[in-house]
């Protein structure tokens, strides 16, 4: 189940975009767990009519997982993950539009809105202001499709992956004779996550079909006619976040990389993401899929110079030289220790480039944990972070010793640290009685310990996106800027905001001015967001 801020996040998320009944619903499954239909009637106390409705239009918007169990019967879940991805779309759809253009951002916007949908419903809705384009949107949702942008919407994705990998180990377990060691109960969890993965990957493949014979167009003699594909109008589709998702990584990544060296590198760093962009599937790989340097040359435009960035000993270096080199300075091979390759963005191996994700990734969430550390306990709270980082487990004494800092300091910072959940504490008692007085304290933030600091401060965060809503439908509620609101989406003057008076346009773009502001501090927030949940492999989905 999830934390209290996050329900509160979704509970707020699911009112804005579908009213207060459903709200209710959500809060109860949020706040109860899984629950059945009978069960959400008695907590909710709305009619069985409303409360079927409202599971419907969740289910539709796929923020309900089902399933239907021998033991418990139906029951209904409620799925976090996709809820907070709503905040979201708004980047989807402008990414679709540079991508596809604006009939892209149509197609997305609108499967967003019906949460799924078939593709004559898609062509059909978008089609009947201009009938023109329905062979524009058409080619434009193939595109879509085949790019994976769009995804089919089957069985298996209404259900929750959590029961099935319940499922799943236990079937591995009992294969098991004898009491399981740690390596088989590790391969039995191995073997159910690729059998659930494997299960995905087949459903999710339907989408495209072959064409007839009939409509497959005749070429030339000379050329072989070959098979064309076509959208297969029975499958529901779905947006794809976790494609969409890649390219806030790319982005991320790449001004990592500007920040880093310099904007010539951020140049080289994107055309090296763009040469495997297409078979980006998900944020979860560990790299990228291997390219050359010649593919990275040639996505480099020529209005970028980059000689700027580096110090070059002849007076005019080709394109690929210069790129070769600035891969060299990226991928630390003047620094071939365990430090440097941490530091890197690439690794070359056999002529090849990939770009190494979870590298990145992970000095991406160090840094956002380390300004949190700053920004609550200043420069000694992340010298004490970076201190634990690097060397580990650690008595009060020494992390006074080797910070350079006095004991009476050290002290009181190390437990405000370990109250905000950025540090624990490891327990080594001298004796079997494990007396207080005899114990050892040691001071520790390694691998286990950073998941847990990261879900705390998602949970913070998560915060902050809840007060930044609360404080939107505060300023928006405000009698005056609300009888201006009220009076604006009235039909004559949406036509013409001339009839609104001087002090209302005044008060209108106020307004306006501060959604704004907290639509940018939103992205923000949301940003780190993404660095610590949807960029850790290991998952803080789990905890959501």
Same mark, same amino acid.
């Given at each position: 189940?999830?934390?209290?801020?996050?329900?509160?996040?979704?509970?707020?998320?699911?009112?804005?975009?579908?009213?207060?009944?459903?709200?209710?619903?959500?809060?109860?499954?949020?706040?109860?767990?899984?629950?059945?239909?009978?069960?959400?009637?008695?907590?909710?106390?709305?009619?069985?009519?409303?409360?079927?409705?409202?599971?419907?239009?969740?289910?539709?918007?796929?923020?309900?997982?089902?399933?239907?169990?021998?033991?418990?019967?139906?029951?209904?879940?409620?799925?976090?993950?996709?809820?907070?991805?709503?905040?979201?779309?708004?980047?989807?759809?402008?990414? /679709?539009?540079?991508?596809?253009?604006?009939?892209? %951002? #149509?197609? $997305?916007? *609108?499967?967003?809105?019906?949460?799924? =949908?078939? @593709?004559?419903?898609?062509?059909?809705?978008?089609?009947?202001?201009?009938?023109?384009?329905?062979?524009?949107?058409?080619?434009?949702?193939?595109?879509?499709?085949?790019?994976?942008?769009?995804?089919?919407?089957?069985?298996?994705?209404?259900?929750?992956?959590?029961?099935?990998?319940?499922?799943?180990?236990?079937?591995?377990?009992?294969?098991?004779?004898?009491?399981?060691?740690?390596?088989?109960?590790?391969?039995?969890?191995?073997?159910?996550? /690729?059998?659930?993965?494997?299960?995905?990957?087949? %459903? #999710?493949? $339907?989408? *495209?079909?072959?064409?007839?014979?009939? =409509?497959? @167009?005749?070429?030339?003699?000379?050329?072989?006619?070959?098979?064309?594909?076509?959208?297969?109008?029975?499958?529901?589709?779905?947006?794809?976040?976790?494609?969409?998702?890649?390219?806030?990584?790319?982005?991320?990544?790449?001004?990592?990389?500007?920040?880093?060296?310099?904007?010539?590198?951020?140049?080289?760093?994107?055309?090296?993401?763009?040469?495997?962009?297409?078979?980006?599937?998900?944020?979860?790989?560990?790299?990228?899929?291997?390219?050359?340097?010649?593919?990275?040359?040639?996505?480099?435009?020529?209005?970028?110079? *980059?000689?700027?960035?580096?110090?070059?000993?002849?007076?005019?270096?080709?394109?690929?030289?210069?790129?070769?080199?600035?891969?060299?300075?990226?991928?630390?091979?003047?620094?071939?220790?365990?430090?440097?390759?941490?530091?890197?963005?690439?690794?070359?191996?056999?002529?090849?480039?990939?770009?190494?994700?979870?590298?990145?990734?992970?000095?991406?969430?160090?840094?956002?944990?380390?300004?949190?550390?700053?920004?609550?306990?200043?420069?000694?709270?992340?010298?004490?972070?970076?201190?634990?980082?690097?060397?580990?487990?650690?008595?009060?004494?020494?992390?006074?010793?080797?910070?350079?800092?006095?004991?009476?300091?050290?002290?009181?910072?190390?437990?405000?640290?370990?109250?905000?959940?950025?540090?624990?504490?490891?327990?080594?008692?001298?004796?079997?009685?494990?007396?207080?007085?005899?114990?050892?304290?040691?001071?520790?933030?390694?691998?286990?310990?950073?998941?847990?600091?990261?879900?705390?401060?998602?949970?913070?965060?998560?915060?902050?996106?809840?007060?930044?809503?609360?404080?939107?439908?505060?300023?928006?509620?405000?009698?005056?800027?609300?009888?201006?609101?009220?009076?604006?989406?009235?039909?004559?003057?949406?036509?013409?905001?001339?009839?609104?008076?001087?002090?209302?346009?005044?008060?209108?773009?106020?307004?306006?001015?501060?959604?704004?502001?907290?639509?940018?501090?939103?992205?923000?927030?949301?940003?780190?967001?993404?660095?610590?949940?949807?960029?850790?492999?290991?998952?803080?989905?789990?905890?959501?």
């Amino acid at each position: 189940m999830a934390d209290a801020e996050t329900s509160r996040l979704c509970v707020q998320i699911v009112r804005s975009h579908f009213g207060p009944l459903t709200a209710s619903v959500s809060s109860a499954l949020l706040t109860r767990g899984r629950l059945s239909l009978a069960q959400l009637i008695r907590y909710t106390m709305m009619k069985p009519r409303t409360v079927r409705a409202a599971i419907l239009v969740l289910v539709q918007q796929n923020i309900l997982w089902h399933s239907n169990t021998e033991e418990e019967g139906e029951m209904l879940e409620f799925n976090t993950l996709e809820c907070l991805m709503r905040i979201r779309f708004g980047r989807f759809v402008w990414q /679709a539009e540079q991508l596809f253009g604006p009939s892209g %951002a #149509e197609i $997305v916007q *609108l499967i967003l809105d019906h949460g799924k =949908l078939q @593709s004559p419903d898609i062509i059909e809705r978008l089609a009947i202001q201009n009938p023109k384009n329905s062979s524009l949107y058409s080619q434009t949702l193939y595109k879509l499709i085949s790019g994976a942008y769009l995804k089919p919407s089957t069985l298996l994705s209404h259900h929750s992956p959590r029961d099935k990998r319940i499922k799943y180990e236990a079937e591995e377990k009992a294969k098991i004779t004898g009491f399981p060691t740690a390596k088989e109960l590790r391969e039995a969890q191995e073997t159910a996550e /690729a059998r659930l993965k494997r299960e995905e990957e087949e %459903a #999710e493949s $339907v989408g *495209l079909k072959r064409k007839p014979k009939d =409509l497959i @167009s005749h070429r030339p003699s000379k050329k072989k006619a070959t098979e064309e594909d076509m959208v297969d109008d029975s499958v529901y589709f779905r947006v794809n976040f976790d494609k969409f998702n890649t390219y806030i990584r790319n982005k991320l990544i790449e001004m990592a990389a500007g920040e880093r060296f310099n904007r010539s590198a951020a140049v080289v760093m994107r055309a090296a993401l763009q040469t495997t962009g297409a078979r980006q599937k998900s944020v979860s790989d560990a790299r990228s899929d291997p390219t050359s340097t010649a593919a990275i040359a040639m996505l480099i435009s020529d209005d970028d110079d *980059l000689s700027t960035g580096l110090v070059a000993s002849t007076k005019k270096a080709s394109s690929a030289s210069l790129v070769k080199d600035y891969l060299g300075l990226m991928s630390a091979v003047d620094n071939p220790t365990p430090a440097g390759k941490a530091a890197s963005f690439i690794s070359l191996i056999d002529n090849k480039v990939y770009v190494e994700f979870e590298i990145v990734s992970k000095r991406l969430r160090r840094r956002v944990l380390e300004a949190v550390a700053r920004e609550r306990h200043g420069d000694d709270g992340v010298r004490i972070v970076r201190l634990l980082l690097d060397i580990g487990k650690m008595d009060e004494k020494q992390i006074a010793k080797v910070a350079m800092m006095p004991n009476n300091v050290v002290r009181p910072l190390l437990a405000a640290l370990s109250s905000d959940f950025l540090i624990s504490t490891q327990e080594v008692p001298r004796s079997a009685d494990r007396n207080p007085t005899r114990t050892f304290y040691l001071w520790y933030l390694v691998h286990v310990d950073l998941h847990k600091a990261y879900s705390a401060l998602l949970g913070h965060l998560h915060k902050t996106l809840y007060n930044i809503g609360m404080r939107r439908q505060a300023e928006q509620e405000e009698p005056t800027v609300k009888a201006v609101l009220a009076k604006r989406a009235r039909t004559d003057v949406a036509q013409d905001e001339n009839l609104l008076s001087r002090m209302e346009r005044d008060v209108l773009k106020e307004w306006e001015t501060k959604r704004e502001k907290l639509t940018v501090l939103e992205m923000r927030v949301e940003e780190a967001v993404f660095i610590l949940r949807d960029l850790d492999k290991a998952g803080s989905h789990e905890d959501i």
